[in-house]
């Protein structure tokens, strides 16, 4: 079973909508939480950052941790075409060097005009 | 202020060969750390350096090695490629250690292994 779990997708959705993503980890020692946003051809780009438990809003994204149930999400209000792009969770504990990363397997979504 | 950079672009090799990456970091960064990410799958920690020295790793085999130089840049040598080693090859730079530093990423380099 692998560390971090979230389902690649693809995720479809009308222009407008609300994208809701999601990881679930077993690694109780995470503490650092990341999302990552990465077009094609493209590294991953960070959207947004939650250190321990609780929510984290900027512009349009928000980020959630819920570290009781080891469950992360992130939700992309008012989606535009632009948002078309395969979304990475990835973690860490307190205890990794500060580079080692634990990735999800990305999630790609596709929002339609 | 540059951002990281990674060259080739794409390369094609055969088993068996050696390849080396090369990663610019970031202006002012100090650490780089090399993912590898296999086609529809996140990318997964190779290692980690921090001047000059490698400060973690991921689990792969020795035949995956790297190299800090002053400037901070750095590369990853694979030797005795496998057909499995064909991956987008990610560079991240980031600033300092402890607690969070964003990592920046490079755009890859695509490695065919044929």
């Known amino acids: 079973q692998k560390e971090v779990e979230q389902d690649p997708g693809p995720l479809s959705v009308p222009e407008g909508a609300i994208v809701s993503l999601n990881c679930t980890y077993s690694n109780s020692a995470f503490q650092y939480f990341m999302w990552y946003r990465q077009y094609s051809r493209k590294g991953p780009e960070l959207l947004m950052y939650?250190?321990?438990?609780g929510n984290k809003e900027d512009g349009r994204f928000t980020a959630q941790v819920d570290k009781s149930s080891k469950y992360i999400s992130l939700f992309i209000r008012d989606s535009q075409p632009s948002d078309s792009a395969t979304y990475l969770c990835a973690m860490r504990g307190t205890t990794d060097s500060w580079g080692k990363l634990q990735f999800g397997a990305g999630t790609q979504v596709v929002v339609t005009p | 202020e540059t951002g990281v950079t990674q060259s080739p672009t794409h390369l094609i090799k055969t088993r068996g060969q050696q390849v080396t990456l090369r990663c610019s970091s970031q202006?002012?960064?100090?650490?780089v750390s090399w993912y590898q990410q296999a086609l529809g799958q996140g990318p997964q920690f190779i290692f980690q350096?921090?001047?000059?020295?490698?400060?973690g790793r991921g689990n792969f085999p020795p035949r995956f090695s790297g190299l800090q130089f002053p400037n901070y840049s750095s590369e990853l040598n694979v030797n005795a490629l496998e057909l499995d080693d064909s991956a987008l090859y990610l560079c991240?730079?980031?600033?300092?250690?402890?607690?969070?530093?964003?990592?920046?990423f490079g755009p890859g380099t695509r490695l065919t292994v044929l």
């Open positions: 350096y921090y001047r000059e020295e490698e400060n």
């Open positions: 202006s002012g960064h100090n650490t």
């Open positions: 991240a730079s980031s600033l300092g250690q402890g607690g969070y530093n964003e990592q920046f």
């Open positions: 939650t250190y321990s438990s």
